[in-house]
């Protein structure tokens, strides 16, 4: 796990014009052939927590999980771990409005879409629905959030507001909190509910 946030760390730094070499060393160390590409940290907990409840270790299956900081940013993290870069097999997530970015920078970097699996709006909406608001509600209740859940559907913003997008606005509304609930969710989902896209991807790699 070290070795995975070190290049990940590695990764980020290459993409912001540091040196290839400390990315290009520990994808050897580690035996990568697989990266797949994420918005944020979110999704990497979604992502890591379905891995271990269905067993697996992504890591030691070669395969390293990279956060990119922005869906803009898939061009540049395509080309440097792609088959301009690295030379890994690619995959990941994107939302529906993401896509047209997603098609572009891997057109650039040569790389098939076929390992991109799509979200409609974003992949903690597609938790929120697969789970049902009900469901979600009481994951909030037992994480200790229900007071600021209370709190925060009597804003008058959220007034008349379907109940799932004022879910998917609660889990933005603090820092931290999309990325604790990307995991929380995915854990209390029944093992048949999960997301297409999500449940896609992992069945790819």
């Known amino acids: 796990m070290a070795e995975m946030r070190a290049f990940r760390d590695a990764v980020r730094g290459w993409a912001a014009g540091g040196p290839c070499g400390p990315a290009h060393d520990l994808a050897v160390l580690l035996g990568l052939r697989t990266a797949v590409l994420l918005e944020g940290l979110s999704d990497l907990a979604a992502v890591e927590a379905l891995a271990a409840r269905r067993g697996r270790d992504l890591a030691a299956e070669g395969v390293g999980v990279v956060p990119m900081g922005g869906a803009m940013n898939v061009g540049r993290y395509a080309g440097l ?8 097999r690619l995959a990941g997530l994107c939302d529906e409005r993401e896509r047209p970015f997603y098609d572009r920078g891997l057109r650039r970097a040569g790389a098939p879409r076929r390992g991109f699996f799509v979200c409609v709006t974003d992949l903690e909406d597609e938790l929120i629905r697969a789970l049902g608001t009900a469901g979600a509600e009481e994951v909030v209740r037992t994480e200790g959030d229900l007071r600021a859940w209370q709190t925060f559907l009597h ?5 008349g507001r379907p109940r799932q997008q004022q879910l998917r606005r609660f889990l933005g509304t603090k820092k931290g909190r999309k990325i604790r609930y990307g995991r929380l969710l995915v854990e209390a989902l029944d093992p048949g509910r999960v997301p297409a896209p999500l449940d896609g991807l992992l069945a790819s790699l």
């Open 81 to 88: 771990l792609g088959p301009p870069g690295l030379g890994l």
């Open 155 to 159: 804003q008058p913003a959220q007034q």
